[in-house]
């Protein structure tokens, strides 16, 4: 019976701890996801151009951290958040929820796909980060104002 007590404590701080560290900013917060997505796009190219040798193991890491915020981006985009913390969000996200949804999940199965692919050279780096870059591109036209 003490076991069980135990167990049910342990759930609910874990539940309790998981509610409280929901970020109050959801702005703050995508943006903060991007900018880690820039860094790692940054970092890829310039493995890419051959301005920094290929390393397997940081290639893997790269894509990896880019699969990592495209599991958790969606969650950031409630409808109290069209507006406010200079966002560059576009009204499309919530006008076309199915669209940004689409997009969002095909990011989703870019990254895994690259991730998956596991590239040993910088050409296999190259092919596999195609399509998550195209689909950077094509969600920042749809989704994303960009602001001067």
Same mark, same amino acid.
């Given at each position: 019976m003490k076991s069980l007590h135990l167990v049910a $404590?342990? $759930? /609910? /701080? !874990? !539940? !309790?701890v998981a509610v409280t560290a929901q970020p109050a900013d959801p702005i703050a917060t995508r943006q903060a996801l991007m900018k880690s997505n820039g860094k790692s796009i940054g970092a890829a190219m310039k493995m890419i151009k051959g301005e920094e040798p290929f390393d397997a193991a940081k290639a893997q890491t790269i894509v990896a951290d880019m699969h990592g915020v495209s599991m958790k981006f969606g969650n950031y985009f409630p409808a109290n958040s069209q507006t406010g913390g200079d966002t560059? $969000?576009?009204? $499309?996200?919530?006008t076309k929820p199915a669209d940004f949804k689409a997009a969002l999940v095909k990011f989703q199965n870019d990254t895994a796909a690259a991730m998956a692919a596991k590239p040993a050279t910088v050409e296999a780096f190259k092919a596999a980060m195609g399509p998550v870059g195209g689909n950077c591109r094509s969600c920042h036209e749809a989704f994303r104002i960009k602001k001067d």
């Open positions: $404590a342990v $759930a /609910l /701080l !874990t !539940t !309790t560059e $969000a576009s009204p $499309a996200i919530w």
